[in-house]
């Protein structure tokens, strides 16, 4: 199916509405929900007409399109303020950073699958959206760029990565301290977790109702 703009833009502000309804309050995510056409970062025109639906759709190499609301969901536990630095692991279909992008983060995300990178870096060129990636395990950070304001791994693995851990900035005056969110156990039963920086060698952990992900993947 192919949605025009407009059809989109109307769909957009249906999944809004939804995802308010199950729970999103931060009017930022929801902002940048209305604004980012999720449609363009699905292949081919085939689901477009499930694009604004709260669904995980497949994007090629067994990968999915996180479902909107675990992409709002995390994004409002990480409580972004503009112009922070965020890492994301797992770029997929680059929906993720978009939505960080479009809320006035620094997005450097890595991703496994090459081909999934060479699809979506154009769809983020396109609109205009400033993300940093590039392939490779990103379960071991992207030390060039580190520390982090804030990292999210949108794929769940078996246990929290020292070296992600340790690309969390250290406590500074002024700015809030650095946190990720990160869903963590055997697969299909993962619990996200948020782990924030309050010292050199500190850090707290929270858990969050469970939301599916992926495996985070290690070779
Ligand atoms: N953020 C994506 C979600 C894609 S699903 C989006 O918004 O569409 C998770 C992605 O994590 C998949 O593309 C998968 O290939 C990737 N992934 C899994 N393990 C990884 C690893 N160790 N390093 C980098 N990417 C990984």
């Given at each position: 199916m192919i949605l025009t703009d407009r059809q989109a833009a109307a769909r957009r502000r249906e999944l809004v509405d939804l995802l308010r309804d199950k729970g999103i309050e931060d009017p930022a995510v929801l902002e940048a929900v209305g604004a980012?056409?999720?449609?363009?970062?699905?292949?081919?025109?085939?689901l477009h007409g499930q694009a604004y639906h709260d669904l995980a759709l497949p994007i090629g190499e067994g990968q999915t399109i996180s479902q909107p609301f675990t992409v709002a969901r995390m994004t409002e536990l990480l409580g972004l303020r503009r112009g922070e630095r965020v890492l994301e692991v797992g770029t997929g279909s680059g929906y993720q950073a978009a939505i960080l992008a479009t809320m006035g983060a620094r997005v450097f995300s890595v991703e496994r699958h090459e081909p999934l990178l060479r699809r979506t870096k154009p769809v983020l060129e396109k609109l205009g959206l400033s993300v940093r990636t590039r392939a490779g395990d990103g379960t071991f950070g992207w030390p060039g760029y580190a520390p982090f304001d804030a990292i999210v791994v949108t794929a769940g693995g078996p246990t929290i990565p020292d070296e992600l851990r340790s690309q969390l900035r250290e406590p500074a005056e002024g700015k809030p301290d650095a946190r990720m969110l990160i869903p963590v156990g055997p697969a299909k039963e993962h619990v996200l977790h948020r782990i924030t920086r309050t010292g050199p060698d500190a850090f707290t952990d929270e858990t969050f109702n469970d939301v599916t992900f992926v495996p985070l993947v290690r070779d």
């Open positions: 980012v056409p999720r449609h363009r970062f699905i292949p081919g025109t085939g």
